[in-house]
């Protein structure tokens, strides 16, 4: 069963349907969907271009904007972003950006297309703290401009989330490998089991580097105080992160008890179905007109047949696994076994021996600049949403603040 995880779950265009959605596209003078981009990858350009047969100049436009753009193209929750501002959905339903993206960025790497040439060295030196998409972005942005960059990223391997957090069947390392080797191809450099504030202090990175650029991501599962202790509860990233280290190659129970509504919590149940756990249940504060997680990752679960119970919380246990449920309207209450009880109710930032003041996930900054410092944040620490999007966006975000400071604006 273990193989259908590592399968990725939505196939790809082939050369004749990639055509015909991109022949759907109404050309739009003033292109709401590259407006409604966190990235500015501009869909609007690269749809054009891949309508008239330019898939050359389609790859350009995604790669010179987007640094992760295969990443992208598969993960990111489209039906809230660049299809929300389709002018298609009036007439019948949006054009399948994400999917004319990943068969650009295919493309782009099956023919070896080496778009990026940057610029000669420019004497300056950054820091960026994590490899997380804000980081790896930030890097790439800086790296073309002619910055020598170094990551310090306290894994095993780089890609932060993306690697060790997105299940395989979404999200294959390989693509995660593709993107990082680009960026590295840039010169970029990559200190891995390297933690900042264990291993090396921010203060020798400071005195170092003409900036430094921070992008810790939310890695740290949260615990709500009933389970603390409790030997039947895992938290989600660290289940996760354990399935696709392991491939697909753990041990699955009978009855699974998942709480939570996110995309974490819907990676969490459909994980646990492509491996073959019979009893999936998801018990999700949120009713299902509040749903935080992305219709794609909904859908999946739902087809997988995953039991969703929307609008209750926990409130107790009880020995043998029992959970018990209130629900946040009605006078309604559930108890539910499980062999495993699985935490998907949020992640926090763990920024050990930084010295950051870390306030709801985030770092109090002026833009994204910490004031009188070469600091700079970018990623989950920064404003903005907590998705790979917005951490492409923050990080080119950064790229651009720095290289203002260090020319002095």
Request: glycine residues 10%.
């Amino acid at each position: 069963m273990s193989k259908k995880y590592q399968e990725e779950y939505e196939a790809g265009y082939s050369p004749r349907l990639v055509m015909e959605e991109a022949s759907r596209c109404l050309l739009c003078l003033d292109a709401p969907c590259s407006q409604h981009c966190p990235a500015g990858t501009d869909p609007a350009k690269f749809i054009r271009s891949v309508r008239f047969k330019n898939i050359k100049g389609a790859a350009e436009t995604v790669r010179i904007n987007n640094a992760l753009g295969a990443i992208c193209a598969r993960v990111c929750p489209t039906e809230r972003y660049c299809q929300e501002g389709c002018s298609r959905s009036g007439i019948d339903k949006p054009i399948d950006i994400g999917r004319i993206q990943r068969y650009i960025t295919d493309f782009e790497a099956a023919t070896k297309m080496e778009i990026w040439e940057p610029k000669p060295l420019n004497g300056k030196k950054v820091a960026v703290v994590g490899s997380g998409p804000g980081g790896l972005t930030a890097a790439a942005e800086l790296a073309l401009e002619g910055f020598k960059v170094t990551i310090y990223e306290k894994d095993a391997q780089a890609g932060g989330y993306l690697r060790y957090g997105i299940p395989e069947y979404r999200l294959s390392n390989s693509v995660v490998d593709r993107e990082i080797n680009r960026i590295v191809r840039l010169g970029v450099d990559i200190a891995l089991n390297t933690r900042v504030g264990v291993d090396v202090s921010l203060e020798d990175l400071e005195k170092e580097n003409d900036a430094v650029v921070i992008s810790i991501g939310s890695c740290k599962g949260k615990v709500l105080p009933m389970f603390e202790n409790n030997r039947k509860v895992k938290l989600a990233v660290d289940w996760l992160k354990q399935v696709k280290s392991r491939k697909g190659k753990v041990k699955i129970p009978e009855n699974v008890l998942v709480i939570g509504g996110g995309d974490v919590a819907m990676d969490t149940v459909t994980t646990l179905k492509l491996l073959g756990c019979p009893h999936v249940t998801d018990v999700v504060y949120e009713q299902f007109n509040e749903f935080r997680a992305s219709e794609k990752e909904l859908k999946s679960a739902q087809e997988q047949g995953v039991t969703i119970i929307d609008g209750y919380i926990p409130v107790g246990t009880a020995r043998g696994g029992i959970v018990k449920f209130k629900h946040r309207i009605i006078p309604s209450e559930l108890k539910i076994k499980a062999d495993l009880i699985i935490l998907a109710v949020g992640q926090c930032v763990d920024p050990t021996g930084l010295g950051l003041e870390i306030n709801r996930g985030e770092v109090t900054f002026e833009g994204n600049h910490l004031k009188n410092s070469k600091i700079f944040v970018a990623g989950d620490i920064a404003h903005g949403e907590k998705t790979v999007v917005w951490g492409v966006r923050t990080g080119k975000e950064v790229a651009y603040a720095v290289r203002q400071f260090v020319r002095g604006k």
